[in-house]
Each structure stands twice: as C-alpha cells, then as structure tokens.
C-alpha cells in the first residue's frame, strides 16, 4: 500500500471542513490544522482557497442523484437543486462562478471547470449536437437556478413550494434536454 501525498491529506481533511461550514467558513488555517501541515504548505500546495475548494469539492457536481430512473433527466438535475437547497447542503452550481472568478488563472479554471460539468451532463443527457449546446443550455439553466437559490435566496418555499419549483423549472430544463433542433 502506498502512502499518501501530503496534498492528498490536506484535501481530504478540506472536504469534510467545506461541506460542514461552507467555502465562506472555512479557512486555510482550520484546513491546515485538520491535515497537521501549516497554512503555508497548504497555500503552496493547493494554490488558493479557492483552488483548493474546487480540488476537494466532489468529483460530481451533484448530479449522482440524476442517474434516477423515475422522471425525466432535466426535472431530476432541478430536483436535486432544489432538495440541496432545502436540506441546506453543498451546491457545486451556485459556488462554481465564484471558484472561476478567484482561482489564480481564471482561464484555466473556466476551462477546467466547463469540460467537467458539460462533459458530464452530455453523458448524461446523450448529447451529440455541436459543441454540445443543449449541455451548454443546461449548466446555464442550472447555475441560474442554484445561484438564485442560494445567492440571491430567490423563491424560497413560502413563496413558491419546492414541488412546483421542480415542476415549472425542471419543464424548462427538459425542454433544452429533448430539442432536436440543438
């Protein structure tokens, strides 16, 4: 058995810290002192907070729970948003901008990010369109969900129960999944 790299502890002592206090409440010090390094070394090895939120953030982003077979593909992507922002749990859709926007090379992260995301929602829906524009129109729609949800605290259940959330907004989504004309 081989021992692990000292990045490796470092994140994985990062992700139960991130998904327990959020990337805001989390700082390189408490990941420092979980994995037993400096913040120094953390810094040195992961880059920045930011990268290194993004390196220990789950390899999906959140859309295990779309593998569901019991509706539709778009309304399950919009269901498990909605349902995380209920449970108040990670979301990868709404923090995403934020981790491109302050990562040191923004270009790299954009481009890292996207091939990720599209590539896994093109797997998911059978996307073949070119340059995979209807996965394109998905990660738009859902980041514009989740980021409404969670930065903006847009239709909150009160105003507009979850059920009908997932209902009107997973139809939207849908429609982009099965448009032959993309």
């Known amino acids: 058995m081989t021992e692990r790299s000292t990045r490796e502890v470092i994140l994985d002592a990062a992700r139960p810290l991130f998904a327990e206090r959020g990337f805001n409440g989390t700082t390189i010090r408490d990941v420092a002192e979980a994995a037993g390094v400096s913040p120094a070394l953390v810094m040195k090895l992961t880059g920045s907070k930011a990268e290194l939120f993004q390196a220990a953030a789950p390899d999906s982003p959140g859309l295990a729970e779309a593998v569901r077979h019991d509706e539709p593909v778009g309304y399950r992507m919009v269901r498990a948003v909605v349902e995380r922002r209920d449970s108040d749990d990670y979301e990868f859709w709404a923090v995403a901008p934020f981790l491109v926007r302050e990562a040191t ?45 969670r930065t903006f605290e847009m239709l909150p259940p009160d105003v507009i129960p979850s059920a009908t959330l997932i209902e009107t907004y997973g139809r939207l989504v849908q429609a982009v999944v099965d448009d032959p004309e993309l």
Request: proline share 2%.
């Open 105 to 149: 090379d923004p270009a790299v992260a954009r481009a890292r990010t996207s091939e990720r995301v599209v590539g896994r929602i093109a797997a998911l829906i059978g996307d073949r369109s070119a340059g995979t524009a209807r996965s394109q129109m998905v990660v738009t729609l859902l980041l514009g969900l989740a980021g409404s949800l």
